[in-house]
Structure formats: C-alpha cells, structure tokens
C-alpha cells in the first residue's frame, strides 16, 4: 500500500490519497488502482519530531504506504518559522531523514535513468513522482543553505553532496543539480562550505560539472550589485587544478582516445567559456588588479582562444594608471604569441611613461617589462629612440634609485638597436644644434623627433650628488654585456640610505664627554 498525491502542494489545495493493494507475494510490484479514494484535508503545522522519526522510519522500513509522507517533510523546507528554537531542530531532522530516505532510492537505476518499455504503468508513474520529488527536494535543500541566518547550511551541504555522489553510481555527474549546489555555496558566501566543495572538486567529472556550474552562476551574476560574489567566484574559480588537461601531449591531438581525454577536451573548452563569463561580473578594484596580474601566467596559456580577451586587456589598458600597466604583460602576450593585431600598443605605451611614473613604487616592474617590449630587432630606430629620450628626460627629476633603473635601461637598448648609438655620438662633423630637436609634447613616438635629438641629460646626471648614478651612467661608454634591468628593481631611496648608514662602522670622533646618566642636566643648562 503506498500514498499517491498530485503533483500540487500548495497550502490551500487538497491532497488526495489514493490506496493501492493487491494482495500478492509482491506488492511493491503488482499494483493496481483501487475505487476507494480517501480525500485528506493539508494542515499548515509543524511537523514534531516523532512523527519525522516515523515517517523515515517508515519509508526506509520498506512501507510503501509512507512514500507519499515525503511531502510532509519537504512542506517544512518550503517555510520553516523564524527565530524558534524548536523549528531549527525540526529542520535538521527533516533534512537527516531525506538525507536517509533518498540515499536509499538513488541505489536503484530507476532513480537516474527513465523507466524501461516493459514496466508497468503504475510503476513507472510511481517512479516518475519519486524522480521529480526528488528534484523538488534537491531544490529546498539548495534554498534552505542559502537562507541567511540558517543554522543547517552544513546539514543541507552535506545532504546534497551524498545525493550528487550516489547519482554517480549509475550515471554521470548531473550538471543541474551541481550548479544547484555550487551556485547555494557561492551565494552565502560562507568560507567553510567553500573550503568542503574546493576539497570536494578533485577528479575529472567534479572539475567539468563546477566549471559549467561557475560559468552559469557568472552570468547570473553579471547585473548584480554586490562586489562580494566575485571574490567568492575568484576564489573557487583559481582554487580549480586543470592542469592536465593542457599537457603538451594532449595539446597536440586533435580527438580524444579514451573517455578522461574527452573530459578533457570539455574541460578546456569549459574553462575559456568560464573566465569570459566571469569577468564581465561586476568586481572591486583590488580583485581586478589581482586578476590582470596572474593573466598572462595562469588563464591565457589554457584558453583554446584567448584572442577573446582583447577586449577585456583593451580596455584595462586604457583605463591608466595601474591597470593598464598590469595588462601590458598579457597583451603583449597576445601580439606575440598569439597574432593579435593592436597597432597603438607601443604609441599608449609611450604615453605611460610620465614624469610622475619615476616615483611610483611599480617603477621596477614597468622598465622590467619595458625592457622586454622594446628588445625585438624590427623594431624601428625611431620608436627605441623616442623611449629612451622621454625616459631620460624625465629622470632629472627622479630620484636616484630611478635614475640608476634608467641609466641600465638605457645601456640595454643602446647595445641592442645600434641605430640609436646615434643619441650618444654622432661623429666630429655634426654641428651641434642650438635647441633640442625632441618635442616633449608630442606623443607620437613616430613625430616627436628623438632619432634627431641627444641624450645630453645623462651627462649632466653624471655629477649626481649619489655616486652609484654615476658609476650606473659611466656603463654607456663601456662595451659590456647586457645587463639585467631586474637588478636592484626594489632598491628605493630609502634603502640606499640605509645601505650607506651601514658602511659608517665606527662613530665619528667628537670631542665631548658621554654622562653617565641623565642626573643633573638641570644644572648643566640652568644659567
């Protein structure tokens, strides 16, 4: 004997209990409609303890007269009271006995996979029901963890993962129910259920099912005014180990082998789909920083297109400031290894180097990077030269550590493009102008006019009153190798001082007498 009701719950409706029974040696099999049709008023009350208890007990027990009882217990998820003691309690019990109940249903096939041709109809709307009662119930267990001030949001996560891992049995990971869970945990925003799912996405199918699962949840997203989901997102999206899905192997076939290859492949392809996803979600300015910063390293080599963030690194760039100098790397990137076609990369790049960049505190970074950008050989003479003048110009009022960074960028590109030596000597038969032919204002490195120009603002720099400018200035005239821009990138003025404050071992000799103790200073100043 078992209960069946329409598939509407709703608090004024009634519920009607149909009986079944046939007295065979197997019930659960033979079952056929009986006339005897008892109509049960819905009562809105709080189910007890007891009676949760025997309705599990029930269900598990084998009754299927109790089967239809499950609704009773998904009507408490649908709206528990608020701010009583008793209720909480309820809940946890109600969500324990489905955890139980359901644990039990997803050991048959029936559960995951529809019913076959031979089955009979009684059964398999029978199964039908319990297929998408236990849909509903995947549903108010994802709503209840999200409700804010729940103290079930671990019974409720626990819950739906045993759910996800017995589904596996007979099929594959369902991606809708994983985006239900994934999409619950990332909108409380609660940092252990966070840390249970990071350590729950380990093998292959679990990394597959949560990257479409975060994909989803970002476009959800992208309207919304809290910041706070992204930092949620970014964290779980970079917690993701995908690396053996871009082996050099791998990369080099063009079909999957084996099933795990085929994951892979979706892996790849769901990744790229993903991260475009997640970075039109509104974010704060720390976490988009942080993002350009590992761009280049972590996202772009995986992307199977990353073509498709020329938009996004674009618009970093011309935002200013230090966005755009964190973008430089993965856009050049792009130009290089990609065949990105930009031609204002180096004319926006020439338009960075300002006079205040020299005493920003990601100078180092920037002359690192610039170092890299301009050490190609088709580059023309004209755009090295017009770097190297804006540069030097502007460290007459630098400070020393950035004319010392300078001075070592300098003797780089000199040695690299021997077209520009010509900034250094031209020769006893050039006469000498009475201006500078360079134009300051001009920000077009093609126009400026610096191929004409000189660096006559090294050789006054040669006299600086710290002495490494000049020994860093004196390299020019030196056939050295190349030297490492990166040395010294973090030296500040602060630390060459202290660095010289080291150097003086001994106290300087003072004709005075040390007092012994600070007694009697009155006497001593008193007139």
Known sequence: MFYYFPPCKCFACVKFLCVFYCPTSSPSLSLYWSKAITIIPYKDMTLSL??????????????????????????????PGEGSKSDDLVVTAVVTALNQIFCKFLKEPWMIKPDSADTPTVLAEYHTWLRATYSECFTLLSATLIREGSAIRGECFDTMLR????????????????????????????????????????????????????GRFSKQCQGTSDMGLADVVHTLLTSIDVSECFTKELQGRKKPTTPAEKT????????????????????????????????HESVIPKMQNPKLLCDFLVDSYNLGGTASLLALNSLFLLITDYNLDYPSFYP?????????????????????????????????????AAFIKRLTRNSLTAPPHAIIQVARLTTNLLKLHPSTKRLVHRGPDHKPAREDPWNPDDEDPATCGALDSSL????????HLCPEV??????????????????????????????YVKQWKKDPAAEFQEPASFDGLGEVFSF
């Not at 892996?267 to 979600?281: D, M, P, Q, S």
């Open 50 to 79: 007891g009676r949760v208890s025997e309705i599990c007990s029930g269900v598990i027990g084998g009754d299927v007269s109790q089967t239809n009882q499950i609704t009773e217990l998904l009507d408490v998820l649908e709206g």
């Open 163 to 214: 759910f996800l891992q017995a589904e596996t049995v007979f099929g594959s990971l369902s991606g809708d129910r994983t985006a239900e869970l994934v999409g619950a945990v990332l909108t409380t925003k609660n940092e252990e259920l966070l840390a249970k799912l990071t350590a729950e996405v380990s093998d292959l199918d679990w990394k597959y099912a949560t990257l479409k699962a975060i």
């Open 264 to 295: 892979m492949f979706h892996i790849r392809k769901a990744f790229g789909v993903t991260w475009l996803e997640f970075l039109k979600v509104p974010k704060s300015r720390a976490l988009y920083l942080t993002i350009l910063t590992s761009l």
């Open 348 to 384: 926006k790049l020439y338009r960075m180097c300002t006079p205040d960049l020299l005493h920003t505190p990601y100078l180092g970074r920037f002359l690192s990077m610039l170092d890299t950008f301009l050490k190609s050989p088709l580059l023309p003479g004209y755009m090295v």
């Open 456 to 463: 006559w603002e090294l050789e006054l720099l040669k006299d």
């Open 470 to 499: 000049g020994v860093a200035i004196g390299t020019l005239r030196k056939p050295t190798d190349e030297i490492l821009v990166e040395m010294g990138l973090h030296r500040t003025h602060t630390n060459m001082y202290k660095e």
